[in-house]
């Protein structure tokens, strides 16, 4: 052989051998899908504390997916039927579960579904609370580690059998007599913001809906053409009725149950939206008999979306962190002198645990912790955690920012801030913002600013 044809085969083998090695270095993507349950035991604070459970009802789960491959470390997205996730209690999620998967924390995304008859996670709220040998309790840390530690469990058993994904499907339906807004207005021309998630005066039943988000949006991942996992996405605070102690998963839990039975072989997730002044008072004053009408309406929209689906090819994706800085509210009654003095043991149960969560989030933030907003982008459609109680105005927003894509938000994430209103609201008086908005006036602007660089859009509308 001569010596140009021995130079152009060991050219041809270099060139072999480097496009095997970026095949290697881009494995195509994977699916892992994990359910666990995650129920609170009997005598467990139900709602920050407000009350203890009693019986169980239905169960809660922890239910997501870890996206593998890509040339990128797994992310992970979870969804909770809790109440609430908090300060330290959400970085304890994230770097258990970013252990599971063999990834960093900053890649586990986690939300609440925000269920009334479910726990709020803040560890550092409860050991406030038993530093001072106090009456109130927010979570059992002994409960939230083992909870913990059964999700990254199964997190890990769901590596072992992950999917190819090669599609992304959107699909999205009106859900029909469900979300309503706490605010309306009454012929006068009145303004109110009574209309809670059971409501029975008829002057807020009959008023209109006020701003809601109609559409359940529907995110699907597939393998050719076998369909892996459905996550669907919808704007309402999700109980029918709560408060006697029953632990349940309410009518969103029934909705995604008959789902998972209507179609076995794909895993059913739920994401409530930014929902903290949408409710379903218009349509349900709280009997028990409405929770199965309230899951039916709901299930009916989550089928329609997915037939209404469209799959688009998928290789890849682009994984984005957007540090936000809320500053903490700190007028009458909620500096640290005052929210000390709450703690005291004559003080009513609920008020010390309101007052030792607003001073774990306070700590935090004081110390200059951001929250993280995460985004899963697929390019014709994005996954991203707003935080919170976010009001349904900011996954408008949101969705305006991508007007030409399929914009799929997840409130409830980082749960220390309470209540996130616009400045419309706070300039109305909106009498919900009380004791559960620990965020200061201002947090707006920061808020769509942060919205617009997280899903890659850093112009002001």
């Known amino acids: 052989m001569s010596k140009p044809h021995l130079c152009e085969c060991l050219l041809l083998l270099l060139l072999l051998l480097g496009s095997a090695a970026e095949v290697d270095a881009s494995p195509p993507l994977r699916l892992a899908i994990f359910t666990a349950d995650v129920t609170t035991p009997i005598g467990h604070g139900m709602m920050g504390g407000l009350w203890l459970s009693k019986t169980v009802a239905d169960p809660l789960e922890a239910n997501g997916f870890v996206l593998l491959g890509g040339d990128q470390p797994p992310v992970v997205f979870v969804s909770v039927d809790w109440c609430e996730i908090r300060n330290e209690a959400l970085d304890r999620w994230k770097a258990v579960l970013a252990v599971a998967a063999e990834t960093t924390p900053d890649r586990v995304m986690v939300t609440a579904i925000h269920q009334h008859d479910a726990p709020v996670a803040d560890l550092a709220a409860e050991r406030i609370l038993r530093e001072r040998k106090l009456a109130g309790t927010v979570c059992d840390l002994d409960f939230h580690e083992r909870a913990v530690q059964g999700v990254a469990k199964a997190v890990r058993a769901s590596l072992k059998s992950a999917q190819p994904l090669t599609q992304i499907g959107v699909g999205q339906a009106k859900v029909e007599q469900v979300a309503s807004n706490r605010r309306y207005a009454t012929p006068d021309g009145a303004i109110h913001f009574d209309r809670g998630s059971r409501t029975t005066d008829p002057v807020a039943t009959v008023a209109d809906v006020g701003v809601i988000d109609p559409w359940l949006k529907t995110l699907s991942f597939w393998n050719d053409d076998q369909p892996l996992c459905a996550v669907s996405f919808y704007a309402v605070h999700p109980m029918s009725y709560y408060g006697d102690g029953e632990v349940s998963a309410d009518f969103p839990g029934l909705a995604r149950r008959k789902r998972q039975t209507d179609l076995p072989a794909v895993k059913q997730i739920y994401a409530s939206g930014c929902s903290g002044n949408v409710t379903a008072g218009k349509y349900n004053n709280g009997a028990r008999e409405n929770r199965p009408v309230l899951a039916s309406r709901l299930h009916a929209a989550m089928a329609a979306a997915w037939d209404a689906t469209v799959r688009h090819p998928i290789d890849g994706y682009a994984y984005r962190v957007t540090p936000l800085r809320l500053e903490p509210r700190d007028g009458p009654g909620f500096t640290v002198a005052d929210l000390e003095q709450k703690l005291a043991t004559e003080t009513n149960?609920?008020?010390?645990?309101?007052?030792?969560?607003?001073?774990?989030?306070?700590?935090?933030?004081?110390?200059?912790?951001?929250?993280?907003?995460?985004?899963?982008?697929?390019?014709?459609?994005?996954?991203?955690?707003?935080?919170?109680?976010?009001?349904?105005?900011?996954q408008l927003a949101a969705q305006q920012t991508r007007p030409d894509s399929f914009v799929c938000v997840a409130g409830y994430g980082e749960g220390a801030t309470g209540y996130i209103p616009t400045e419309q609201h706070i300039a109305e008086h909106d009498p919900n913002l009380g004791d559960w908005w620990w965020v200061a006036p201002g947090s707006e602007p920061r808020m769509l600013a942060a919205i617009r660089e997280a899903l890659g859009n850093k112009t002001a509308p």
């Open 349 to 394: 149960h609920f008020q010390q645990c309101l007052a030792a969560m607003a001073l774990s989030w306070r700590r935090r933030a004081d110390a200059g912790q951001r929250i993280e907003i995460p985004v899963i982008d697929f390019q014709v459609a994005q996954l991203m955690i707003l935080p919170g109680e976010s009001y349904v105005e900011y």
